[in-house]
């Protein structure tokens, strides 16, 4: 009975979230949903592609629909290491890491990236995000 009473009967609001035109996979990446949280988009993985993990500021969690990729990444002895990630596999690649390498091991690879947006700008000293008002209170 508790369950019942916090279930929300109103129409659900989509107006914070833009949700991609159904396309044909005709370029590599296809936006699913972008909202003021997370970005997710579909991978078509035909050949390798070199993510800027630094530059999207957020981890990316990556969830392979078909096929098999190989995730390759520099390891802390600068030697290249890679994941190989299996249909239905996910991986997590720490926010830390500068890029990555996807290569597709299977003809039909697909992966569903996710990312936590970062809203605000960047504080090149501390690598953290200023967001607005309540730092400009913190700073005086």
């Known amino acids: 009975d508790e369950a019942l009473d916090v279930i929300n009967y109103e129409e659900y609001d989509t107006s914070a979230h833009i949700k991609a035109a159904q ?3 005709a370029s590599l990446v296809r936006d ?11 991978i078509f993985l035909d050949s390798p592609v070199k993510v800027d993990v630094e530059a999207n500021g957020s981890f990316i969690v990556y969830m392979c629909l078909d096929g098999e990729a190989s995730v390759q990444y520099e390891g802390d002895g600068g030697d290249a290491e890679n994941v190989i990630v299996g249909k239905g596999e996910t991986v997590l690649v720490p926010a830390a890491m500068k890029t ?5 091991m299977k003809d039909g690879t697909r992966l569903l990236a996710a990312t936590v947006r970062r809203e ?8 953290e995000v200023i ?3 309540d730092d400009a209170e913190d700073a005086q």
């Open 23 to 25: 396309t044909a996979p």
């Open 32 to 42: 699913l949903v972008i909202s003021p949280e997370f970005n997710s988009s579909e």
């Open 100 to 104: 990555v390498i996807l290569v597709p």
């Open 120 to 127: 605000g700008e960047l504080d090149s000293y501390t690598g």
């Open 131 to 133: 967001s607005g008002e």
